[in-house]
């Protein structure tokens, strides 16, 4: 800035970091996603147009659990000391993933398709190996946007899918031991006071990161109709 001329607060700045990522990622949200909060863009297809199947499902799963695996293994090793902070947070899915998985196979005698390596779980599971080497506010905004996403979008993806297809079978992914509420609120918490030792650049730099984050989870989300 020049001087005392102070600039514009960010939306959201106020209430903490958080907010700031939150405002960021409601805007990225396509119009049927999220018509209230900021969502502009016309999806492709609007999710509640969406055919899904239970092979194209199960691979949604499979998918994910390859990115939970390595964000969890990510913040059980904490070799950035900030990350040891989201060890045991309630929000973990990757018990939950494993439980649904071997679930499609006993009820349908689905086998989980095996992952490539340039398929969008294992793709994203690199990318996160490698930012939360090189680039902590980078990684930390993937972290936000996967856990939270997941416990709004997320779920309604899973009760509209499930009564597609799973006769409304409720998914351990979908389901928290305890209210996931206030682990948001205690991760939330943390994220802030990450973030609070973080300069105004790395933040921006965490904020702009949230694009990537969509277009990833993008990928992921295609596999349910595939
Ligand atoms: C929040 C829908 C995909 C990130 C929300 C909310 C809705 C929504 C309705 C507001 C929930 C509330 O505050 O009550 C959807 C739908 C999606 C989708 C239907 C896909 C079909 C995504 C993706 C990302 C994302 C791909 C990022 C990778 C977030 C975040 C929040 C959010 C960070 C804020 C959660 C919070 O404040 O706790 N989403 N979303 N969403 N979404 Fe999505």
Not at 28 to 53: I, M, R, S, Y
Not at 62 to 70: L, M
Not at 105 to 133: H, I, M, N, V, W
Not at 148 to 165: D, L, Q
């Amino acid at each position: 800035g020049h001087g005392v001329v102070s600039e514009k607060p960010k939306p959201g700045e106020k209430k903490g970091f958080v907010e700031e990522m939150r405002f960021v990622a409601m805007r990225l949200h396509t119009k049927d996603q999220a018509p209230k909060e900021g969502g502009q863009k016309p999806a492709e297809v609007p999710f509640q147009k969406w055919q899904p199947t239970r092979e194209g499902y199960l691979r949604f799963l499979a998918e994910s659990k390859a990115v939970y695996d390595t964000l969890e293994q990510i913040v059980a090793d904490a070799d950035h000391p900030d990350y040891a902070r989201f060890q045991n947070t309630g929000l973990e899915r990757a018990a939950a993933l494993a439980k649904d998985i071997a679930w499609f196979q006993s009820e349908f005698g689905l086998s989980p398709p095996e992952l490539q390596e340039d398929g969008p779980g294992r793709t994203y599971a690199r990318l996160l190996q490698q930012l939360a080497k090189d680039d902590p506010q980078a990684f930390i905004c993937h972290f936000y946007n996967i856990y939270f996403a997941h416990t709004a979008g997320g779920r309604m993806i899973g009760t509209k899918v499930a009564s597609m297809i799973l006769d409304n079978k409720q998914l351990a992914f979908y389901q928290y031991e305890g209210d996931f509420r206030q682990y948001l609120e205690a991760v939330k918490g943390d994220l802030n006071a990450v973030a609070d030792g973080w300069t105004r650049e790395q933040k921006d730099h965490c904020l702009q990161e949230t694009e990537k984050s969509f277009s990833y989870s993008g990928g992921l989300l295609r596999t349910i109709t595939a």
